[in-house]
């Protein structure tokens, strides 16, 4: 298996860790009964829990895009060292994102943002 493929699955490995989190949050703020319900009228996530939520919601945006490109990296035969590159920068940018975005530091959660932003072009620029 390819570098890139390998980040992928541990992309999805993160992306599942996020979620938990998220529900843990969630659960810790309004209680197992109403998120098990049909969550109608559910008051609003907030604080930590929220931005878990948040953090995950963007995580799956980001996850469909990572997973195009290096699937058609992959097809295309046009997987090397910078697509395995490109791959890893998003990778531990998203692992970054998550504490930065819980925790709630703004300005750091952009950035990073950016840098996992990058690694995504530079998966683009080989695949185009």
Do not use: C
């Not at 541990?10 to 098990?36: M, N």
């Not at 992959?74 to 998203?94: D, I, K, P, S, Y």
């Amino acid at each position: 298996m390819t570098p890139d493929l390998k980040l992928l699955v541990w992309a999805v490995a993160l992306t599942l860790v996020q979620s938990v989190i998220a529900v843990l949050g969630a659960i810790q703020e309004v209680g197992l009964p109403p998120l098990a319900g049909n969550r109608e009228n559910l008051q609003p996530i907030t604080g930590w829990a929220g931005r878990a939520a948040r953090a995950h919601r963007n995580m799956l945006e980001s996850l469909i895009l990572f997973a195009a490109l290096v699937l058609v990296a992959q097809v295309a035969g046009r997987a090397n060292a910078m697509t395995a590159l490109g791959a890893e920068v998003f990778f531990w940018a998203r692992v970054v994102y998550v504490p930065v975005y819980v925790i709630g530091i703004p300005w750091a959660r952009t950035g990073v943002w950016g840098l996992s932003v990058v690694g995504l072009v530079m998966i683009f620029m080989q695949v185009v």
